[in-house]
């Protein structure tokens, strides 16, 4: 794990395409139990180099019902974006993970991992990369009946501030998935 690890620090596959350059950010363990696969470090978490060192990085650890040293401890928790740098600034909030980064290493670095208990896909991307004809029409539907990927993969939105909004018209949300992913949680990191 450590050489792949390095392997993948010192990537530089998507330079040409990158505003800052390449900075892969990830972290992880042959004892990670829960792999969270993201979408991509934003200029925050680029500038820092520490994964979802970000309002949506507090959000997702208050979901879950976790600290800062559960989080970042890779013994428990492996944080595997889409895509390892941060893309740039689109029109309207960060430019998609490029498309190179999850067919090259995630298969490479999910193998390294003996015994995942739980993988939580966060967002569009890692949705539609990981479920691929499983996915509902839309995010929506698919968080809705996150049931119907446990117990291999929880499902959620991006924890983004922006996605406040879809929070509140979707106050299932709160109600029924952050007490099971909580729950799910609790159970993988109290062993």
């Given at each position: 794990?450590?050489?792949?690890?390095?392997?993948?620090?010192?990537?530089?596959?998507?330079?040409?395409?990158?505003?800052?350059?390449?900075?892969?950010?990830?972290?992880?363990?042959?004892?990670?139990?829960?792999?969270?696969?993201?979408?991509?470090?934003?200029?925050?978490?680029?500038?820092?180099?520490?994964?979802?060192?970000?309002?949506?990085g507090?959000?997702?650890?208050?979901?879950m019902?976790?600290?800062?040293?559960?989080?970042?401890?890779?013994?428990?928790?492996?944080?595997?974006?889409?895509?390892?740098?941060?893309?740039?600034?689109?029109?309207?909030?960060?430019?998609?993970?490029?498309?190179?980064?999850?067919?090259?290493?995630?298969?490479?670095l999910?193998?390294k991992?003996?015994?995942?208990?739980?993988?939580?896909?966060?967002?569009?991307?890692?949705?539609?990369?990981?479920?691929?004809?499983?996915?509902?029409?839309?995010?929506?539907?698919?968080?809705?009946?996150?049931?119907?990927?446990?117990?291999?993969?929880?499902?959620?939105?991006?924890?983004?501030?922006?996605?406040?909004?879809?929070?509140?018209?979707?106050?299932?949300?709160?109600?029924?998935?952050?007490?099971?992913?909580?729950?799910?949680?609790?159970?993988?990191?109290?062993?």
């Amino acid at each position: 794990m450590k050489a792949l690890l390095s392997l993948i620090s010192k990537c530089d596959t998507c330079a040409a395409k990158l505003e800052l350059g390449p900075r892969p950010i990830v972290s992880a363990s042959i004892n990670s139990k829960i792999v969270i696969i993201g979408q991509a470090p934003g200029s925050v978490v680029h500038k820092s180099g520490i994964p979802w060192d970000d309002k949506s990085g507090e959000n997702l650890r208050a979901w879950m019902g976790i600290d800062n040293d559960l989080f970042y401890d890779p013994e428990i928790i492996a944080l595997v974006p889409m895509g390892f740098c941060y893309p740039g600034k689109g029109k309207s909030g960060d430019l998609p993970p490029t498309k190179e980064c999850a067919p090259l290493w995630h298969q490479k670095l999910l193998s390294k991992i003996k015994d995942v208990e739980l993988i939580l896909l966060i967002g569009g991307y890692a949705q539609q990369y990981y479920l691929k004809d499983q996915l509902k029409r839309t995010l929506t539907e698919t968080v809705k009946n996150y049931t119907e990927y446990l117990p291999d993969y929880f499902v959620l939105p991006h924890p983004s501030p922006r996605n406040n909004i879809w929070q509140a018209k979707n106050d299932w949300f709160k109600k029924e998935v952050i007490p099971e992913l909580r729950n799910s949680v609790q159970s993988i990191i109290s062993k």
